[in-house]
């Protein structure tokens, strides 16, 4: 059996009328999976719901959510995501960090990255977080600032070989 532990357990950050949940049953799919479709998740493509779901029910999930909005429409209030592919121990991929068109520009991007820097800060036993771009104008600036990270460079035969394959999923529109 698998003991939840204290960085699986659901953490909340609120700031004004915003909300910052790791709740992943909060994470309305349709709206996931239509932000995953659209142009802004140029990464990514959108997947049968019930893989959708099961990929969230695996990662450490921060949801934005603007709670102003909550009485209106039950997906109106979901503003952005951030998700972190982990063991909640030694490993933390970072993914689908977005902030909806309506709400960029007020602070909110950073927020997030920040609360995911506080979670893997809280893994005593983390020995890398990670992250892929191909954004070097603004994202990798970005990483850089809020989270610390540095760009792994690569040159064969020296320092770290960072390795991949690309898997079935990859969208074809990343292939240029
Ligand atoms: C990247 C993104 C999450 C930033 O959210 P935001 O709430 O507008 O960000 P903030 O207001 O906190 O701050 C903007 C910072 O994000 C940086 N940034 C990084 N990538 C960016 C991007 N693709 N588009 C706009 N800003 C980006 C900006 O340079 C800015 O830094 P600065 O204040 O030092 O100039 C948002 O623009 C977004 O969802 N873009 C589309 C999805 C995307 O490209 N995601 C990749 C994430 S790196």
Redesign the pocket.
Known sequence: MTLPTEEQTIKTWTNGPYTISTDPTLIPLETLNKWFASD???WAKDLPLPALEQSLQNSLCFGLYHTADSDNDNDNSFI?IARCITDHVTFAYITD????QS??????????VKCIGEATEAMPHLRRSMLF?M?WG??V???E?VLGMEVAECKRGEGMAMMMRKGRGYPRSMDG
């Open positions: 802004d998740f140029y952005g960090v977005y902030v909806h709400h960029q520009g007020k602070g909110l991007g950073r927020w997030l771009t954004d603004r994202s600036p970005f990483y600032k």
